[in-house]
């Protein structure tokens, strides 16, 4: 026998107050995850602590590893709100002892049953919060004995609190989002604001001297003497290039909206990277999985998004056996009681470099890039068309492990 499970109910009641207190004054969602798991598996000696929260915008109770994830993760477990166990725990409000209810066990279907077994989950609890479940805890078997109904009264007031202690760490977590979100539009409204105007400035006198360049040229005799003045004239139009790009970023062109089949678009769009991908022996691949394909929308600008989001992917890639993926779901966000509006979640994944956290913030800055040869408008760019096809882009990245764009649009 273990020597946490000769605990007497005092040392467990003093646990389950430290561990309470915890639940006030740790925000960060991570942090709270690993004391709290920690803390379970040594209070009531089990190896496996699982802890799923309801992800608004994917209908799932997906682990909170994944939801504070900055990569893809393969092979996820997840719960959704349609699964029985789930209508189970929001009519019953209470314990599944997993061992003690094989019939509710059975009633279950083959993928929930599997899941729990897999997680060799004992017992799941919910997180009841406004009288909705909002997230549930599996926690493994007990590696002396089954639970008691002291052991189970004790779970549910600290499981109670941690429910809230959940919700409210979630809510901070996606309130930084918010902020960090607003905070970057006011910064590139301004920035667009200073390069509308840098870019008029440049462009007239930069005429003149592709022009003058050009008169130059035809004068000259000396093979050298020519081949400089064109390596010139090549130069002014790079420049031109980028002061376009920044007129693009400025002053863009409002979306001709169609109705485009997004699917079809996104094969497309794979098509024309896959030769690349293939010279660096990258797995290309696209997950589609909602039944509609259609949106409302402007074909040739989420094209150039998504172009620039793959090549940027694949470029970040130096070496063999990497991959990029890009999965697509559907989701609903109900507005108001009348009206609910449907969107597509599209997260393009890779396994390159990673972006370090301290200038993460910066990457949709325009001119700021992280190659030699880039102009650090590509990102820019695709923000600005994102937003005015209604929708959001947000971009996480771990440094060695890869980065993940999450774009979100309105099928209308």
Aim: glycine share 6%.
């Amino acid at each position: 026998m273990s020597d946490r499970s000769k605990n007497k109910p005092g040392d467990i009641n003093r646990f389950l107050s430290e561990l309470n207190e915890s639940f006030s004054i740790i925000t960060d969602l991570e942090q709270l995850k690993d004391n709290f798991s920690a803390r379970l598996k040594e209070i009531f000696n089990t190896k496996e602590i699982h802890i799923f929260l309801l992800n608004p915008d994917l209908s799932r109770f997906q682990p909170v590893e994944k939801i504070i994830s900055t990569t893809r993760a393969e092979n996820i477990s997840q719960f959704y709100v349609s699964d029985k166990l789930i209508f189970w725990l929001s009519v019953n409000k209470t314990f599944l002892v997993i061992d003690d209810n094989r019939e509710i066990f059975n009633f279950l279907s083959k993928p929930e049953q599997d899941l729990l077994h897999e997680l060799n989950v004992g017992l799941v609890y919910p997180f009841i919060v406004m009288n909705q479940v909002k997230g549930l805890v599996c926690i493994g078997k007990k590696a002396d004995k089954q639970y008691n109904l002291e052991e189970l009264h004790q779970l549910k007031v600290l499981l109670d609190q941690a429910g809230f202690a959940f919700e409210n760490a979630y809510h901070y977590h996606l309130q930084k989002e918010r902020t960090r979100r607003m905070y970057r539009a006011d910064r590139l409204a301004t920035l667009g604001e200073l390069a509308a105007g840098a870019a008029h400035e440049i462009r007239n006198p930069l005429t003149s001297i592709r022009s003058s360049m050009q008169y130059l040229k035809r004068r000259l005799k000396i093979p050298s003497d020519i081949e400089i003045a064109d390596d010139l004239i090549s130069e002014v139009d790079r420049i031109n290039e980028i002061i376009e790009g920044m007129l693009s970023f400025a002053k863009p062109q409002e979306p001709k909206k169609e109705s485009i089949n997004l699917k079809t678009l996104l094969n497309q769009s794979v098509q024309l990277v896959s030769n690349l991908a293939l010279k660096k022996g990258i797995i290309l691949e696209l997950f589609y999985h909602p039944h509609n394909e259609w949106i409302i929308a402007d074909l040739a600008q989420l094209k150039q998004v998504f172009l620039n989001i793959l090549m940027n992917a694949l470029q970040s890639i130096s070496i063999d056996k990497g991959s990029v993926l890009i999965e697509v779901n559907e989701v609903s966000g109900i507005q108001s009681t009348v009206n609910e509006n449907f969107f597509y979640i599209i997260e393009i994944t890779d396994t390159g470099k990673g972006i370090e956290p301290e200038i993460i913030d910066k990457i949709f800055d325009p001119f700021f890039t992280t190659r030699n040869d880039g102009t650090g408008l590509g990102l820019s760019i695709s923000y600005g068309i994102i937003s005015r096809h209604g929708g959001e882009i947000e971009l996480t990245s771990e440094p060695g492990k890869g980065t993940k764009v999450k774009i979100k649009l309105p099928m209308k």
